[in-house]
């Protein structure tokens, strides 16, 4: 347990590493679309859709940066067990 341990904290910097590059990208992904939703309503005049469609537009990108951030969170946990499991550190209990 103790070299498992030792193991999943050297992949775990990397992981750190990865969800804080990924949070930055989508900081900048929710600014972009709240930035183009404004973007859209001054040159278009949409005022048909009311004065807040740009938070509406962000709103929506926020849905999706989270459903992309889930997704990545479960790509990292399964990559960690495909990790511990090749080097040894993950092993089924033999039944006897």
């Known amino acids: 347990m103790n070299r498992f341990l030792k193991e999943l904290f050297k992949g775990f910097k990397w992981v750190l590493i990865s969800?804080?590059?990924l949070s930055l990208i989508i900081v900048v992904f929710i600014?972009?679309?709240w930035g183009l939703g404004w973007l859209v309503d001054k040159l278009?005049?949409?005022k048909n859709f009311g004065p807040?469609?740009?938070i509406s537009f962000g709103s929506?990108?926020?849905?999706f940066t989270f459903?992309?951030?889930l997704v990545t969170i479960i790509i990292i946990i399964w990559a960690l067990l495909a990790?511990?499991?090749?080097?040894?550190?993950?092993q089924r209990r033999k039944e006897k």
Request: aromatic residues 14%; charged residues 10%.
């Open 19 to 21: 969800i804080l590059i």
């Open 31 to 33: 600014g972009s679309a």
């Open 44 to 46: 278009f005049d949409l």
């Open 52 to 54: 807040n469609f740009y």
């Open 60 to 63: 929506v990108t926020l849905v």
């Open 67 to 69: 459903i992309i951030q």
């Open 83 to 90: 990790y511990g499991k090749s080097r040894g550190l993950i």
